[in-house]
């Protein structure tokens, strides 16, 4: 039984409804563009000092910028360990990387709102990150940010993994 003049009830209004593919605005490109350049210019200014301070830059200017398979191996990990540390909870939690929660962007899935971690992270960021290390198939790095001139600014990764980049609302 509900008294319908209960001060104490709960409001009756309906929560507004969460973003997703279907009632949200897409994030520009220039909000996505920023957006990847900030987290690039994060990981630089992390792994940068990182790179320089441990030898690893002498040693690949002592080599005319090569390093062996294995030094590559390495630093990719120590890479994506950085990205997952400075990324993670933003990204496994919110859906943002640190770029997209500062321009009030969020990685929404087509066909649910909340996306898997394995295509958030493994198809949106690690295999991309793999594919720049193969010389020749590196090429697809450039296709990538060039597909989000497309009609529903999906880039490459986007399409594989299932996602759409929207507006975040403003409690963000």
């Known amino acids: 039984m509900t008294d319908s003049n209960n001060p104490y ?3 009756a209004a309906a ?6 593919a279907d009632n949200a605005v897409l994030a520009s490109r220039w909000h996505r563009f920023f957006g990847a350049l900030i987290d690039g210019l994060v990981q ?4 940068a000092p990182i790179v320089f301070f441990s030898g690893a830059w002498a040693d690949m200017m002592a080599n005319s910028g090569v390093l062996d398979l294995t030094t590559t191996l390495v630093w990719f990990i120590v890479g994506e360990v950085i990205f997952l540390a400075v990324q993670g909870w933003l990204l496994f939690n919110r859906q943002q990387t640190i770029g997209k929660w ?3 962007m969020k ?12 295509k958030l ?7 991309f990150h793999v594919l720049a290390q193969v010389p020749g198939v590196n090429l697809i790095m450039l296709i990538d940010p ?11 990764h986007d399409l594989l993994a299932g ?3 929207i507006q975040a609302p403003a409690n963000r």
């Open 121 to 127: 992270y493994g198809l949106r960021y690690l295999l």
């Open 102 to 104: 500062l321009l009030g």
């Open 44 to 47: 630089l200014a992390i792994i």
């Open 146 to 156: 060039l597909m989000i001139f497309r009609g529903d600014r999906r880039c490459l």
């Open 15 to 20: 929560a507004p409804p969460h973003p997703s």
């Open 107 to 118: 990685i929404v899935g087509m066909e649910q709102n909340a996306v898997p971690v394995g």
């Open 163 to 165: 996602t759409q980049v």
């Open 9 to 11: 009830q709960s409001p």
